[in-house]
């Protein structure tokens, strides 16, 4: 069955950098298209998309308040997305998720706190 499995989350200071992966089984990676969600804390709080990535790569989006500053690669050698976070700000504060949207799939989430 499809298995995302993210990590790298943690706390940061403002300003810092992070970089996500997401580790992916079950299916046939390379064929299909990737995407980053997050959702932050409190009531109301819808999970968003960041950033999507095409089967290969060429293809990339990212939303409004993320652009210049994330990066979505993806190595389909390695079976695995990324998300490179620069810039952190105070409201990237959320819980992260790998997302394959073909399958509706999801991971378990990652916790990326950005705090001084």
């Known amino acids: 069955q499809v298995q995302l499995v993210e990590s790298g989350g943690g706390l940061v200071e403002p300003g810092g950098s992070l970089r996500l992966s997401c580790a992916a089984s079950?299916?046939?990676?390379?064929?299909?298209?990737m995407s980053w969600y997050r959702q932050a804390p409190g009531p109301g709080k819808e999970r968003e998309m960041v950033a999507d990535i095409s089967s290969v790569g060429i293809s990339i989006m990212y939303s409004d308040s993320v652009k210049g500053r994330f990066t979505i690669s993806r190595d389909n050698a390695k079976n695995t997305v990324y998300l490179q976070m620069n810039s952190l700000k105070p409201e990237d504060s959320a819980i992260y998720y790998c997302h394959a949207r073909f399958f509706n799939s999801w991971g378990q989430g990652t916790q990326v706190t950005v705090s001084s």
């Open positions: 079950g299916f046939i990676f390379s064929s299909y298209a």
